[in-house]
């Protein structure tokens, strides 16, 4: 089958988008709401964008009416935000937030998520979240009805039992975030496992430099 993207309706593109590119991976946002309590939204366009700078991006659509959602315009007025991860026992949680309520809930106090402060920025993260990254907004590119919001991550609260003894690597058994598939579907990273490169191509490599001891 074949679908010309430039003719597909919106609903259509959308569909078939979030059906083929996943999982992908929740970020539940923190943002201080005008009245001063906290706000919380799942963002399931979200990724990693650099690490040098230390960047996310998440994508924000309107609403139906065409109104923009709280989350943007909390990180438009404030230039903060924090982006928690989702494991399964915060999953149900996630949804609640997920909730369009009026801007004067505090949907971490009615999906009942205990409020910790950020140390950098004026926003609550989720105390129990494995990992918990403040950030502060590097730029936003608005698109008509859309925004993309490119954060630079200034501080990270990791849950001590997500690392392994040293304190570098997630430990996989503890660490499970849950993704999004489509519509109402999701999975869960319990059934992990590695996939490395033949060592024996390494030469063949363009640009690399070699990996610091330790490294892996």
């Given at each position: 089958?074949?679908?010309?993207?430039?003719?597909?309706p919106?609903?259509?593109?959308?569909?078939?988008?979030t059906?083929?590119?996943?999982?992908?991976?929740?970020?539940?946002?923190?943002?201080?709401?005008p009245?001063?309590?906290?706000?919380?939204?799942?963002?399931?366009?979200f990724?990693?964008?650099?690490?040098?700078?230390?960047?996310?991006?998440?994508?924000?659509?309107?609403?139906?009416?065409g109104?923009?959602?709280?989350?943007?315009?909390?990180?438009?007025?404030?230039?903060?935000?924090?982006?928690n991860?989702?494991?399964m026992?915060?999953?149900?949680?996630?949804?609640?937030?997920?909730?369009n309520?009026?801007?004067?809930?505090?949907?971490?106090?009615f999906?009942?998520?205990?409020?910790?402060?950020c140390?950098?920025?004026?926003a609550?993260?989720?105390?129990?979240?494995?990992?918990?990254?403040?950030?502060?907004?590097?730029?936003?590119?608005?698109?008509?009805?859309?925004?993309?919001?490119?954060g630079?991550?200034?501080e990270?609260?990791?849950?001590?039992?997500?690392?392994?003894?040293?304190?570098?690597?997630?430990?996989?058994?503890?660490?499970?975030?849950?993704?999004?598939l489509?519509?109402?579907n999701y999975?869960a990273?319990?059934?992990?496992?590695?996939?490395?490169?033949?060592?024996h191509?390494?030469?063949r490599?363009?640009?690399?430099t070699?990996?610091?001891?330790?490294?892996?």
């Amino acid at each position: 089958m074949q679908f010309d993207f430039t003719a597909l309706p919106p609903a259509d593109r959308y569909r078939l988008l979030t059906n083929f590119i996943g999982p992908r991976p929740i970020a539940l946002v923190t943002t201080r709401a005008p009245g001063g309590h906290d706000n919380a939204a799942p963002m399931s366009f979200f990724n990693v964008f650099a690490h040098e700078p230390p960047l996310v991006i998440i994508g924000f659509s309107a609403r139906p009416d065409g109104s923009e959602k709280d989350t943007i315009g909390n990180i438009r007025r404030t230039g903060e935000f924090c982006v928690n991860m989702v494991d399964m026992t915060l999953s149900e949680q996630m949804i609640l937030c997920g909730v369009n309520f009026a801007a004067d809930v505090d949907e971490l106090d009615f999906a009942g998520l205990p409020a910790a402060p950020c140390r950098q920025i004026d926003a609550a993260r989720v105390a129990t979240t494995p990992c918990a990254m403040e950030c502060r907004v590097e730029r936003i590119i608005d698109y008509p009805g859309r925004a993309i919001v490119m954060g630079e991550v200034v501080e990270m609260h990791v849950r001590d039992d997500c690392l392994d003894p040293a304190g570098r690597y997630v430990d996989p058994s503890v660490y499970q975030p849950i993704a999004r598939l489509h519509a109402d579907n999701y999975i869960a990273s319990d059934r992990q496992f590695e996939l490395k490169k033949p060592a024996h191509l390494a030469p063949r490599e363009v640009g690399n430099t070699p990996e610091p001891a330790g490294s892996r």
